[in-house]
């Protein structure tokens, strides 16, 4: 105790220095609004940190449980993501005719699913039954014919693509218009298709456009591609012409399904000649 | 010993009065605000006993406090100095070769001597003013220019004061 007040003796000035500045910081904290404030609000900064300090601490303790819980919290967030993603809107783009009064509706769809390279390929949109699309629609992208609606689920659909050993298309030469078949057929070039059921005596031109004829379920005057080259096969009545396609089918993105308003009114009348015949 | 309580109870009242009603309107925008009052505590005898110093420089401190509106940070600040003023001394002076009621005072003390004493430990009283006025170290450099420009404003003063009242060492 003596040792204590030699030192305190010795070194008074440090001593009465804390004294008197404590008194007047005591005095400045408690007059002064702002340093009060500070005082306060750095303190609780101070015991906020210290407590942040200690929880960062202890949260390693419990790592291996919150690890847990976070891996089932991504399950069910992805759960909900999933039932997000899925575009449920759909966007219609309605052409009128005004030369028929026919209406198409076009519906825009993603794929989803594509091939190019079996004997019979199929795509898949993103597009279903809960959206409007119907069985034998026609799907079309935006430089050409893609092909036909096959099978309709509630979200999803695929099309026969044109690439496919049955599909046939109407389709018609731009020049004369004479019209004949569009097949795949026997080709396995995702880049050419074949005309059939041109006559011998109509005259086409190599680069001569194709369009659909109108006749089946594509809105008429659709480009399907242009000629690549005619002869007729020996000893037929008709022309076998090599048709370049335009649509793109190797990188196919976004596609139309064509909503023939009147295709059921059609259907039906020709089902009328078809009882008659 | 008598009229060097007078002198230093004139002293007292004469900065005092000139901080309070004439440096307080003082100032460089609010970047140089002169605190010459310091020469008080500055000019008190070299022998003061530190408990009776730092009393004197908590009241007066106080006193300008009132005036300021602002209790306890000039007090702070001037307890701050007599602490200053106490180590300046152990580190500068032998405290035997000056008469114990000596004031430090130019004329009595070598100016060379005077001009470190009082421009540091302004320096470190404004220091210690500004910094517990503003009591953040946010825009730190601002507060660092108030001192050095205020501290230069003072020390200027004082030696004004002290030119003013030179007298030549009395052997």
Redesign the interface.
């Known amino acids: 105790m003596k040792n204590l007040w030699i030192l305190i003796h010795k070194y008074?000035?440090?001593f009465?220095?804390i004294?008197?500045?404590g008194?007047?910081?005591?005095?400045?904290?408690?007059?002064?609004t702002?340093?009060r404030a500070?005082?306060v609000n750095s303190s609780n900064y101070f015991v906020g940190t210290v407590y942040a300090w200690v929880n960062g601490w202890k949260s390693y303790l419990h790592l291996s449980e919150s690890n847990t819980r976070l891996a089932e919290e991504n399950a069910s967030l992805r759960e909900q993501l999933q039932r997000f993603t899925h575009a449920d809107s759909v966007e219609r783009v309605t052409v009128v005719d005004s030369a028929r009064q026919v209406q198409y509706n076009y519906i825009v769809a993603r794929v989803t699913n594509n091939s190019i390279h079996q004997k019979n390929n199929y795509i898949t949109i993103d597009k279903g039954r809960k959206h409007g699309i119907r069985k034998g629609m026609g799907v079309i992208g935006a430089k050409g014919i893609v092909g036909i609606v096959l099978n309709v689920s509630e979200h999803f659909s695929t099309i026969q693509s044109l690439l496919h050993s049955e599909s046939r298309i109407s389709a018609s030469l731009e020049d004369s218009q004479a019209f004949g078949s569009l097949v795949w057929g026997d080709s396995y070039d995702a880049r050419y298709a074949a005309l059939r059921d041109i006559p011998n005596h109509v005259k086409v031109r190599d680069g001569e456009r194709v369009y659909t004829s109108g006749y089946s379920l594509f809105p008429p005057g659709i480009e399907i591609g242009k000629v690549a080259g005619s002869g007729s096969s020996g000893g037929d009545s008709f022309l076998d012409i090599r048709v370049e396609l335009s649509t793109p089918f190797h990188n196919l993105l976004q596609v139309y399904v064509v909503e023939d308003v009147f295709a059921e009114e059609k259907a039906a009348l020709e089902a009328l000649t078809d009882k008659d015949g | 010993m008598a009229k060097l309580l007078l002198y230093n109870i004139i002293r007292f009242v004469a900065l005092v009065v000139l901080q309070v009603f004439l440096f307080k309107n003082v100032g460089y925008y609010n970047l140089a605000t002169p605190f010459p009052y310091i020469l008080f505590i500055l000019l008190l005898p070299v022998g003061i006993g530190?408990?009776t110093l730092?009393?004197i420089?908590?009241a007066t401190?106080?006193v300008v406090?009132a005036f300021y509106d602002?209790?306890?940070?000039n007090?702070?600040a001037a307890?701050?100095l007599?602490?200053g003023r106490?180590?300046f001394m152990?580190i500068t002076l032998q405290t035997d070769n000056y008469e114990s009621y000596m004031t430090p005072a130019w004329g009595t003390v070598p100016f060379r001597w005077f001009f470190l004493y009082v421009l540091v430990l302004s320096l470190f009283h404004h220091g210690v003013l500004f910094l517990?006025e503003t009591?953040?170290f946010h825009q730190f450099h601002y507060t660092l220019i108030r001192i050095l420009l205020s501290c230069i404003f003072t020390v200027i003063i004082i030696l004004l004061f002290s030119l003013l009242f030179y007298r030549k060492k009395q052997r």
């Open positions: 008074n000035a440090f009465l220095f004294l008197f500045f008194l007047s910081c005591y005095l400045v904290v408690k007059n002064n702002f340093q500070s005082a | 530190n408990f730092y009393a420089a908590f401190g106080l406090d602002t209790p306890g940070i007090a702070a307890v701050a007599a602490w106490i180590i152990r517990l009591f953040t």
